[in-house]
């Protein structure tokens, strides 16, 4: 039991550091007036897709099935688990709706949307 514990205690160390280096990412989110700053989910998983379409996990490119395979197994483990869509303000919005899709697919529903406050202008 105590085995189990430290494995769950040391995953959700592990995502938590990737998912703090996920932003630092060169993905320019879009604003919204409503915009908060984020306070990260614990073992929350941060997918970033970038204008031309491409996906991030973890600091690595990922194809659309590599996502949808990685986030199966991960739900099969974790029937909460949260995932932060960061995309850039400039993808277009089949890419945010086909990465969406991939999640729901992979039975995640807990999904958020990452966006900040607009700069002053």
């Known amino acids: 039991m105590i085995d189990i514990m430290l494995?769950?205690?040391?995953?959700?160390?592990l995502s938590y550091k990737f998912a703090e280096e996920e932003r630092i990412l060169d993905v320019?989110?879009?604003?919204?007036?409503?915009?908060?700053?984020?306070?990260?989910q614990r073992g929350?998983?941060?997918v970033n897709f970038n204008a031309a379409g491409a996906i991030y996990v973890e600091g690595k490119e990922v194809t659309r099935k590599e996502l949808s395979e990685r986030l199966s197994a991960i739900s099969r483990l974790y029937k909460n688990q949260p995932i932060r869509l960061r995309g850039d303000a400039q993808a277009s919005y089949q890419t945010m709706v086909e990465i969406a899709d991939v999640c729901l697919k992979a039975g995640i529903w807990n999904i958020s949307f990452a966006t900040q406050k607009p700069k002053d202008q």
């Open 28 to 40: 320019k989110i879009p604003s919204a007036e409503e915009g908060v700053p984020h306070v990260q």
């Open 44 to 46: 929350e998983i941060v």
């Open 7 to 13: 494995v769950l205690l040391m995953f959700f160390i």
